[in-house]
């Protein structure tokens, strides 16, 4: 069965304004990822945040982790039209490959 | 340049035909993968090869095999197309055993069968 699973399934928002993401998971990770899909397009990775890691920034993202809950969170600050797009989590186990969530898909209106 | 490149972009085609995907990355990365996703946009890894060698299949159908003549390079070849095979089919690729498993995906190849 999937390993994450995302919430909301959708989002929508305006220029400005920051917009927050949640993943869940069942299982003990090694890191969990988030990537971002711009539609028609591959997927793109955003950022990595390690097991005993709890929080991670990049840019306008802000990545927190929180291992006791089994789940993360992708804070977007001040969006922009460009940042819609679909975004998931992926999260990376010891002994299985990389399985990914099934996104949240974020508008953000001008 | 293009790091992972798939093509074609599109493959419209009819039911029972066989069709190929190719797949090229220039990160000399050792692993590559391709991934189904399905309308709902959920992504479903169906193989994984390792500097040439097959590391994982999904319960994938037999219809589908994976040819890498190289690291570089990892092709879809698939027999006797269904209408349940359309679905964006992705390649990707990453740094391999040892590393975590960050991946670089290419854009997509959009089946569609008739």
């Known amino acids: 069965s999937q390993q994450g699973e995302e919430d909301p399934q959708a989002l929508s928002i305006q220029e400005g304004e920051n917009a927050t993401m949640n993943c869940s998971y069942k299982t003990s990770i090694n890191n969990l990822q988030w990537y971002r899909q711009n539609s028609g397009r591959g997927l793109v990775h955003l950022i990595l945040?390690?097991?005993?890691?709890r929080e991670k920034h990049s840019g306008r993202l802000r990545v927190t982790l929180d291992t006791s809950k089994k789940s993360s969170s992708l804070l977007i600050t001040a969006s922009r039209a460009a940042d819609t797009a679909s975004y998931f989590c992926?999260?990376?186990?010891?002994?299985?490959?990389?399985?990914f969530g099934e996104g949240t898909q974020l508008t953000v209106n001008p | 340049d293009t790091a992972v490149s798939q093509t074609p972009k599109y493959l419209v085609t009819q039911m029972g035909n066989d069709k190929s995907i190719k797949c090229e990355q220039n990160?000399?990365?050792?692993?590559m993968y391709w991934y189904k996703q399905d309308s709902k946009k959920f992504l479903k890894i169906m193989f994984s090869y390792n500097n040439k060698e097959l590391i994982i299949n999904e319960t994938v159908p037999n219809r589908f095999s994976p040819k890498s003549p190289d690291k570089a390079h990892l092709n879809l070849h698939i027999n006797s197309l269904e209408l349940g095979d359309s679905a964006v089919y992705f390649c990707?690729?990453?740094?391999?055993?040892?590393?975590?498993?960050?991946?670089?995906f290419g854009s997509g190849t959009q089946l569609s069968v008739l």
């Open positions: 990160l000399g990365h050792d692993t």
């Open positions: 990707a690729s990453s740094r391999g055993e040892g590393w975590e498993e960050k991946l670089f």
């Open positions: 992926a999260t990376e186990a010891s002994g299985s490959r990389l399985t």
């Open positions: 945040i390690r097991s005993n890691e």
